[in-house]
């Protein structure tokens, strides 16, 4: 059983969702900090989350997973916006 704080109600069963923090780096060698949720995680790991959790008790095909994605050819399409820290963009 999971609990929910927000609903203040037990449920047998959650909807698995995807936040990887990803570093996209270009043909210029410049990098990119990001993160991908739910349809982007999939589409990167081949995997959607639910099973992906399922799987994870079994970390050999979890590795096997993970690796096939690194290092990839893959077109991204990123929303980017500047913000001010301490006065400093």
């Known amino acids: ?6 609903c203040n109600t037990e449920v047998t069963d959650c909807d698995y969702k995807y936040i990887l923090k990803i570093d996209i780096e270009d043909h210029t060698g410049e990098l990119a900090s990001t993160v991908a949720f739910e349809d982007m995680g999939s ?8 099973d992906f959790y399922l799987l994870s008790s ?5 590795r096997e997973i993970v690796s096939k994605a690194l290092w990839m050819d893959h077109i991204f399409t990123l929303l980017v916006k500047t913000e001010t820290f301490k006065e400093l963009p």
Not at 1 to 6: D, E, G, S
Not at 43 to 50: D, E, P, Q
Not at 58 to 62: A, P, Q, R
């Open 58 to 62: 079994n970390l050999d095909l979890i």
């Open 1 to 6: 059983m999971l609990f929910c704080p927000k």
């Open 43 to 50: 589409t990167i790991l081949g995997i959607n989350a639910k």
